[in-house]
């Protein structure tokens, strides 16, 4: 018996971009070997891979039987947890919520978790809660980093709009249990508005508070220089998303690389091919059972293509903040800051100031007004004395 370990490596599809001639003459002989001229009958090939597409398609047929493994459910879950940390030394009855907090797991994440509870809280009985700290950390691994501060109460939006996104955080960290119930958890959330209104804030917020891995893909990450390069790019995106599921995939700037095609379009034959791809890949013929949610923001969403515009099941507009937006979003930003004056009154006279800032916009404000600040600190020769004041605030140009 011959097993091959990772045998998308080395039997990679000839003709492939990524293939080299070394590759593809390893998979010439192998089949010559294999199953040419004298056929092997005392030789059994196992192989094992985790990019079953990326195989040379002669290499796939001479396989007699194809078994998936996928990822354990969770009675499967408890019981590797169970066993591993048994194995371990770690005699502990494991609490009511373990199966789902692991969703999504593959037995070597759970041996892997299990191998640290064990080092790090040996003797300890395993909570809820200590568990769920544990699962967070281990999911935040691989994952783009984000603002820890960002949390649900330093989000200033309507309580319509955070209530929804509530709604959905809760979905997307308890989708299995939804699913068992048949209630279709949502795969796809566009968030528009002018720009600087907080959509990347509220992408963080969302990657935070619901403790899943989260990607944030880059032009870059999906736009290659040649024909075929992009769509390639776009698939092995979503493979690595699904790899790292239940998993939170965030494309900024999606009118960019999603742009509407059809007469008068202007988008070249690689945006068209990354257009294609993303409708293949969020709503395709391919069923995936991988739990994968995608969150896009765009400041035009007239510009997406009305194909890539339909998967995405859920829309909110986050608009520019009113008055009351406005003088909240003040008091976060300046919570924190060396202020001279009464946080409550001030904020509320800044915001009548204001109209017409995004979140951005004043932010930019206020780093204006610490400039200010640190300047007079400066020219005083004590940079403790920088202190915030009233008159910092270039009010002028925004009356």
């Excluded at 299990?114 to 003797?123: K, N, P, V, W």
């Excluded at 995004?358 to 300047?375: F, M, P």
């Amino acid at each position: 018996m011959i097993f091959v370990d990772e045998c998308e490596g080395v039997f990679s599809r000839r003709g492939g971009v990524n293939t080299d001639s070394f590759v593809e003459e390893i998979v010439q002989s192998f089949l010559a070997q294999w199953d040419g001229f004298t056929k092997q009958t005392t030789v059994w090939v196992v192989g094992a891979t985790n990019r079953r597409d990326l195989i040379d398609p002669a290499i796939l047929s001479r396989f007699g039987e194809e078994v998936e493994i996928g990822l354990p459910d969770e009675k499967q879950r408890l019981e590797i947890l169970s066993n591993e940390l048994t194995r371990k030394g770690v005699g502990t009855t494991l609490p009511p919520e373990a199966g789902e907090l692991t969703q999504g797991m593959s037995g070597r994440e759970i041996e892997s978790l299990a191998g640290r509870l064990a080092r790090e809280q040996s003797g300890v009985q395993i909570t809820g809660e200590l568990l769920s700290g544990y699962t967070e950390a281990f999911r935040k691994q691989g994952s783009t980093q984000t603002d820890t501060s960002a949390v649900w109460e330093k989000l200033i939006l309507s309580e319509t709009v955070l209530k929804d996104l509530k709604t959905t955080a809760e979905l997307l960290k308890h989708a299995e249990t939804f699913a068992k119930r048949g209630i279709n958890v949502p795969r796809g959330l566009l968030l528009y508005g002018p720009p600087g209104t907080g959509k990347t804030q509220i992408a963080r917020t969302l990657a935070n508070e619901t403790g899943l891995r989260f990607i944030a893909a880059s032009t870059a990450d999906m736009k290659a220089g040649f024909l075929g390069q992009s769509g390639q790019k776009v698939r092995e995106l979503f493979e690595r998303v699904r790899e790292s599921a239940p998993c939170l995939l965030f494309l900024d700037e999606i009118d960019i690389v999603a742009p509407a095609r059809g007469a008068g379009s202007s988008g070249d034959q690689l945006t068209q091919e990354i257009v294609g791809q993303l409708l293949q890949e969020m709503d395709g013929v391919k069923a995936h059972t991988q739990s994968v949610f995608v969150l896009a923001a765009s400041n035009h969403i007239d510009q997406i293509d009305s194909a890539v515009l339909s998967r995405f099941q859920k829309k909110v507009e986050i608009p520019i903040p009113d008055a009351k937006g406005r003088q909240q979003l003040l008091q976060v930003m300046l919570h924190s800051k060396p202020i001279a004056f009464d946080l409550g009154e001030v904020s509320a006279y800044l915001a009548e100031h204001g109209v017409g800032m995004s979140g951005r916009d004043l932010r930019n404000w206020i780093e204006q007004a610490e400039q200010n600040a640190v300047g007079r600190a400066i020219e005083a020769g004590n940079p403790d004395l920088t202190t915030i004041i009233l008159e910092d605030f270039p009010l002028m140009q925004r009356a």
